[in-house]
């Protein structure tokens, strides 16, 4: 694609209570759309099994990532659980800037700061359980789960419910494959809506060729 018709690209930006599916959905998206790249955010909390620092998160002291604030080198970030996520501002502006999609796994506060901070390259959709007492059962079958954990999160998963209506779109994740299939349907059609705005310049430019021709 040449820099003419190169469109910016889309923040995807995915919010669900803990439990409710986001990250299952997002690793799916990720490696069924080409041209789609996922946001490393910056945290605070310490990692886990399996986890590698710059694939899963940039893991940083809370001095490291207070300096960081300090500098302004985040698009948003929030306290989430006693812990600090942040989204890097100059890598998300490079890939927008290149054409690449990014998906970006956030709670609502992180949602609703990237709309403001990008209002313009986000989309967002919200992920809602089938019910309480299932996402209740997927907490307490996560590793390392305890009670205490499990209470914590369902409490904040009624603060998370009641910011559904801020979102572009909601889906209700009661069957993974249904649910997964209604999101990729929402990028494709935002992304080609993006294309298309993307080519008022080449439109352009076909019509001069056109008149220059005579036609």
């Not at 998906?103 to 209002?119: E, I, N, Y």
């Not at 313009?120 to 307490?140: M, N, T, W, Y």
């Not at 409490?155 to 299939?181: S, T």
Request: charged content about 30%; proline content about 4%.
């Amino acid at each position: 694609m040449s820099s003419e018709r190169r469109r910016r690209g889309l923040m995807i930006v995915v919010s669900s209570p803990s439990g409710a599916g986001k990250t299952t959905l997002c690793k799916r998206l990720l490696a069924s759309e080409p041209g789609v790249m996922s946001s490393v955010s910056v945290t605070t909390r310490p990692m886990r099994p399996r986890e590698a620092e710059g694939s899963d998160y940039l893991f940083r002291t809370e001095a490291e990532f207070r300096a960081m604030v300090d500098r302004s080198e985040f698009l948003e970030w929030a306290e989430v659980f006693g812990r600090l996520y942040g989204t890097p501002r100059a890598e998300v502006e490079a890939r927008l800037a290149s054409g690449v999609d990014i998906v970006f796994d956030l709670d609502w506060q992180g949602a609703r700061s990237l709309k403001t901070a990008m209002p313009g390259d986000v989309v967002s959709v919200f992920i809602l359980p089938p019910s309480i007492d299932q996402l209740k059962a997927r907490l307490e079958g996560r590793e390392g789960a305890t009670p205490e954990g499990v209470l914590a999160r369902l409490a904040g998963a009624a603060n998370d419910i009641r910011r559904w209506a801020e979102y572009d779109h909601v889906i209700v994740n009661d069957d993974l494959d249904a649910a997964f299939d209604v999101l990729r349907s929402i990028v494709r059609t935002r992304r080609s809506v993006r294309e298309k705005a993307g080519l008022g310049a080449f439109v352009d430019d076909l019509l001069k060729s056109a008149e220059g021709e005579g036609f």
